[in-house]
């Protein structure tokens, strides 16, 4: 058990739906980074946040945002759903997201959009 | 740019026998690299990393990885394969933008582990 926590498990919805994960970083982890695991695009950074505040983007769609809050969980939104947009959404945290540091995978979200 | 290569995409082992997994990294300058495994329908763990300090990495369960700057590689060995090793591989490389720290994945190794 990594320490970060993740909800819901599973989520399943319909095509133009928004959906809102959650996550939970470990004790005392100040960042947080979203991924999205899908079969044709593989393992890929969506965005990074450190104490509240935006750190890095990545391959992220404009229909997802996200943000972290005071208490320092996170949730990233995703809007519009696509059939593509089903994957499996992972969250990781660390101690202050510096370049060699271990992120630490939270068990994820798979998301099915029908 | 940052990237990593997985040289395999699947690699079927017996149990007892050795396990090498391949990824070559591309680094403009000196990287940070890491072995994750993905159990199915599990998250991911990290098994070792590499940060300068020592080119042998010992990791998690047996597993280890040389850091070869010659050879831009870092391949993931284990001595005798177990069947709870049948899991994806992921090699990442740790990408610096600015202050911040972005990873980069490899498309993953499938390991099958035979009775």
């Known amino acids: 058990d990594s320490g970060v926590t993740q909800t819901p498990k599973h989520l399943i919805t319909a095509t133009g739906q928004r959906v809102t994960l959650r996550c939970s970083p470990r004790?005392?982890?100040?960042?947080v980074y979203w991924y999205q695991q899908s079969l044709d695009q593989g393992l890929q950074f969506l965005i990074q946040y450190y104490n509240g505040e935006e750190r890095a983007k990545g391959n992220i769609l404009e229909r997802f945002s996200a943000q972290q809050f005071p208490d320092l969980h996170s949730e990233l939104n995703l809007s519009s759903l696509e059939l593509g947009d089903s994957a499996l959404y992972f969250c990781?945290?660390?101690?202050?997201?510096?370049?060699?540091?271990?992120?630490?995978f939270g068990p994820g979200t798979r998301l099915l959009v029908l | 740019a940052q990237s990593v290569t997985q040289l395999d995409s699947h690699v079927s082992v017996s149990e007892g026998t050795p396990v090498l997994l391949r990824c070559n990294y591309s680094?403009?300058?000196?990287?940070?690299l890491f072995w994750y495994v993905q159990h199915p329908n599990k998250g991911l763990q990290l098994l070792l990393k590499?940060?300068?300090?020592?080119?042998l990495v010992k990791g998690i369960n047996g597993f280890e990885a040389e850091f070869k700057k010659s050879e831009t590689s870092f391949h993931l060995t284990k001595p005798s394969a177990h069947m709870s090793d049948a899991a994806e591989y992921f090699c990442?490389?740790?990408?610096?933008?600015?202050?911040?720290?972005?990873?980069?994945f490899g498309s993953g190794t499938q390991l099958t582990v035979l009775p």
């Open positions: 004790s005392g982890d100040l960042s």
């Open positions: 990442v490389v740790s990408k610096l933008a600015g202050s911040a720290r972005q990873l980069t």
């Open positions: 680094s403009s300058y000196s990287p940070s």
């Open positions: 990781a945290s660390s101690a202050s997201g510096m370049y060699q540091e271990t992120q630490y």
């Open positions: 590499y940060t300068s300090a020592a080119t």
